[in-house]
């Protein structure tokens, strides 16, 4: 009698029951693995599992926002949060923003487990460094070119929501070298004079600072979040 083949993971080790069960589908199954896959940082694996669990087609209203930050989580992770400096990677950002703020519309309320709030703080800054990725990208370094736009106190925002002012003062050294005004860059790393109400905006010059007031910033300052 032939001996029944058994699969096995690239690792050597055998699928367990949740594995085998995520693998023919089984959406409560794919969450569990793609949880598991997020304690092991093994990113592509969780967007795996993840995607599987949202195609079942059996996918609970309440599970939702958990699965899109999942997914969303492992797409930045798998991308990498350093830069969009290529297309691929920008179609990336552009994917994991989406997910992650399907999940932002419930505030990241996923649960007051471990796992779920270690979930909901990485979600959460990782959507921070996603819209300064993307808003420096759109703009090419202005911070309010369309007015009530601005990228820049949106990305704060969730950062100081994941607890972590340390995102704050890296988004501005990122931004604080370029006008808001007219891209001017400022000379040997210098950083340019911040407006003292939004803190989002940095000029070269009062007049620049007046004539974006003018275009539309005084609409800006006004956002809330």
Known sequence: MTPRRTRTRTNGR????FERAADLGSTSASIHVAC???????WDDMVRHATIAV?????????????????????VMTAGIEGAADRDKVREYYRAKHYLEAGARVNFDIGDSP??????????LLYSRVLFQLGLREY???THEIPVHSFLPRANHRALRAGDPGVIAEHDRGIATRCA?????????ATFKQCVRCRAAWYCTKTCQVNAWKSGHKFDRKQRF
């Open 14 to 17: 055998r699928p367990d029951g």
């Open 36 to 42: 598991r896959r997020f304690r092991e940082k093994k």
């Open 55 to 75: 195609g079942g087609g059996t996918l609970s209203a309440a599970s939702v926002p958990f699965v899109s930050v999942l997914l969303g989580v492992g797409m």
């Open 115 to 124: 796992l779920h709030t270690a979930l909901g703080r990485l979600a959460t």
């Open 140 to 142: 090419d370094g202005y």
């Open 181 to 189: 005004n007219c891209n001017r860059a400022a000379p040997g790393g």
